[in-house]
């Protein structure tokens, strides 16, 4: 059963990588982040079959479950992102010429719901594993890597947007979605 869980989740992720071969293209920044992410998803993979298989414990039905659910909430939540920014979705960090800020669908609830997915995935794959060893590196070398790339959008994003995305980000959470209460709103 895992492997064929490792397998839909390989596939689901190359299925996706059809997406960012039709966005239109902009200026890649961090682009070795493509590389070490690709390198790291492909570790977490690896890591979790083989430590599922080799290493000898009690497997947490529960925990199978949980990380099945996680799973099944990250995919959802990254397909709507994708289908949300349409043109603009990119595995890279890419600001374009035209780009438009998008703060509609998910994206008024969550500034940053792809990067949320992205963490849920890379905990729920060892999750459903109850590959311990595996989490470690999720939690201790791709989520840290993540959050730094995420700062650096941030930047990016301030840069090209100015104060509409300072307002932004002043009522919408990057990675919960939930919206800040303005004056406005109370």
Do not use: C
């Amino acid at each position: 059963m895992l492997y064929g869980f490792l397998v839909f989740a390989a596939a689901e992720r190359l299925y996706e990588r059809r997406f960012s071969v039709q966005a239109k293209r902009g200026e890649v920044k961090m682009l070795w982040s493509f590389v070490a992410f690709h390198i790291l998803h492909s570790l977490i993979y690896l890591g979790t079959g083989l430590e599922y298989f080799l290493v000898r414990r009690t497997v947490s039905l529960p925990l199978v479950i949980l990380g099945l659910v996680l799973f099944a909430v990250s995919l959802a939540l990254r397909l709507v992102a994708i289908r949300t920014l349409g043109r603009y979705w990119s595995l890279n960090l890419e600001i374009r010429g035209d780009h438009r800020l998008i703060r509609e669908g998910v994206y008024q609830y969550m500034r940053h719901p792809a990067y949320s997915a992205i963490m849920l995935e890379v905990i729920s794959i060892p999750l459903v594993g109850n590959a311990w060893w595996t989490m470690l590196l999720s939690v201790g070398v791709y989520i840290p890597l993540l959050l730094a790339r995420w700062w650096r959008e941030e930047r990016e994003m301030i840069a090209k947007f100015g104060t509409e995305y300072e307002e932004y980000r002043q009522h919408v959470w990057a990675f919960i979605p939930l919206r800040r209460l303005g004056a406005a709103d109370r």
